[in-house]
């Protein structure tokens, strides 16, 4: 079965500092699908990013970042300069393809706030 | 991307009710699903509509509570029967890109039941 583990329920931190999100899954797939949404205070949910089990290479959006290792089931998120607009609950989530139909299996979630 | 809608955006409802939530696609998607988020929590999958058969219903969640319609490739909705308290929360539709997106799961605005 998969699983999706956020340990970090709540970060606070001050205008312009970096903070890391973690985010370790479980799965018996050996393909699968990587995913951060955010959910700001409004209450949509926004698409962030998506990554495959066979591409381990780390991707720069902007002020995004991800990291990406395999080795320790880990897909960590890394917002740099953080402004107030990132205040929001950010979810990690994971997809196995072939076995679960392209469920998704979010994580608790990691709610961030940045102060000015 | 794909665009989703949903109506309705929020409702209030006495307990014993029912409510259709809409949820429709602004182009021909191959899957389409529906979570709940209750308050403070992360989403979880209630279903996977699918087109012109029965929904296939997570643990927990059945058909008599939450019947599901997918009449066609961009459209489905979810009707929450005989309404209780616990069933306030927000309910979201969610499609599977297609094309250059595959695999890109994108959600819908979200629709914020409360049950008096």
């Known amino acids: 079965a998969q699983k999706v583990t956020q340990a970090q329920t709540e970060i606070s931190v001050v205008e312009k500092e970096d903070v890391t999100l973690d985010c370790v899954y479980e799965?018996?797939?050996?393909?699968?699908?990587l995913f951060w949404y955010k959910q700001p205070p409004s209450g949509e949910l926004v698409f962030l990013i998506r990554?495959?089990?066979?591409?381990?290479q780390n991707e720069i959006s902007g002020r995004y970042s991800w990291n990406f290792q395999k080795s320790t089931s880990s897909f960590n998120f890394t917002i740099t300069a953080s402004q107030v607009v990132d205040s929001a609950v950010y979810f990690c989530a994971l997809s196995e393809a072939l076995t679960a139909g392209n469920k998704l299996t979010f994580g608790g979630g990691t709610r961030v706030l940045v102060k000015p | 991307s794909a665009v989703i809608s949903q109506k309705p955006s929020r409702d209030i409802c006495q307990r014993g009710t029912s409510l259709t939530i809409q949820c429709q696609v602004d182009?021909?998607?191959?899957?389409m699903f529906w979570y709940r988020q209750q308050p403070g929590q992360s989403l979880t999958l209630i279903a996977t509509a699918n087109q012109g058969s029965e929904a296939t219903y997570e643990s927990g969640f059945v058909i008599d509570k939450f019947p599901i319609s997918r009449p066609n490739l961009t459209f489905s909705t979810l009707t929450v029967s005989n309404m209780s308290p616990e069933d306030s929360s927000i309910y979201l539709c969610?499609?599977?890109?297609?094309?250059?997106?595959?695999?890109?799961?994108?959600f819908g605005p979200g629709t914020r039941l409360t049950v008096t």
């Open positions: 799965t018996r797939d050996t393909t699968y699908y």
């Open positions: 182009s021909q998607v191959t899957m």
């Open positions: 990554r495959n089990s066979f591409d381990e």
């Open positions: 969610s499609a599977l890109g297609t094309s250059v997106h595959l695999y890109e799961q994108y």
